[in-house]
């Protein structure tokens, strides 16, 4: 963004407010972001509201003085909208839009994740699991979406490339609803061949596909592979499988969107729209390679987060898995690209990091956490930080 020249704003406190629904992770992601990325501003004020719709606090924020608007409800959105209407109203940032913003006045910018990035990853993913069958699922007939399309389109188009082709659901208006498309959809899966890949393009969806197979019987992962996009923990690890799903980056946005605002709040021209891509792919049960290693691996991943506060090693992981240490590792490092002993330092510290966050005392952290050797964890800790314990806990 190109900086105007102006009147200095230093001594001045910015008020930013942030708005989301808080009923999806992503928006505690962005949020994260935009904590991020204001944290070390003294300078800045930060106003959070869940957006609930029987409350007011939005629009009265705007309308008390704000001087930045970081949203995340989604261009459509009446209250988005609400935001960048007439052009006198403060400098609005939109992340996670599907679309640009929708005003034409130059103190609005959109963050939007890429569509191309998500079917990229879907087919990298499920291809490398050595699969020669594909398929896509969109939303229902009657709840279609832009972004929808377009993850449909890079995903047969990435496959393509690779050599492969895949089948795409499309349901007609006539199968439009729950029920019509439930039965739809339950043919179109038992037509795959198998075994197959499927990418949904959300994991709402996704859900709905895993309940749709279970009722057809078909076995996820042995016949069918399901990989969704948002990493909703709520969904993903509580279907039955787990669900493997695309998560994208929306820290990364909040950051951005944070700081958008701001520029244009010193008077930067917005009016942009940008794009951001796949921070990581979380693979769960619903995916599944010929040899077993991401089987494998999932379940020592789902194992560590769930004795993270015990005394756990590679060899006594690999005990409970009833494999050797070296094939645990191997596998491990293949799904992840990362190593058993990483992978349990990170959810150490992660655990460390919500004690220290409370009333733990610090030096009680490193036995509760499973660690024999105090001097140990924290060397651990601030390799992995950039803080000691102290220093972390001073900060956050």
Known sequence: ???????????????????????????????????????????VSLIVRGAHPAEADWEYGVESGVDGVVSCLGAGDPRAQWFVKGRRGPPVA??????????ARRRTASFICDASAVGKAA?????????????????RADVPFSWDVARREAFVAALAWKGFRAEVYEPSPAEAGAAADSGALEAWLKRLPKPCGVFVSYDVRAMNVLAVCRSAGIAVPEQIQVVGVDNEP??????????TSIEPDFEGAGRRAAEAVLAMADGAQGGASETFGVRRIVQRMSTTDAHGHTMRAVRAREYIAAHALERISVASLAKALCCSPRTLQIGYRKVYGITVTDEIAEAKVAAAQKMLAGNTPVEAVPELVGY?????????????????MSQWRDTH
């Open 123 to 139: 087919a990298d993913l499920l291809s490398h699991h050595g699969l020669l069958h594909f398929g896509y699922v969109g939303a």
């Open 234 to 243: 709520w969904i993903c690890e509580k279907t039955s499988p787990t669900l």
């Open 1 to 43: 963004m190109k900086r105007k020249s102006g009147k200095s704003n230093a001594g001045k406190v910015r008020h930013v407010l942030f708005v989301a629904d808080f009923a999806y992770s992503s928006s505690s992601l962005i949020l994260s972001g935009v904590v991020s990325a204001l944290s070390a501003r003294s300078d």
């Open 372 to 388: 024999e050797s105090p001097r140990h964890f924290k060397r651990v800790f601030k390799a992995r930080t950039g803080a000691t």
């Open 94 to 103: 939109l992340v996670s839009a599907n679309q640009a913003a929708p005003s």
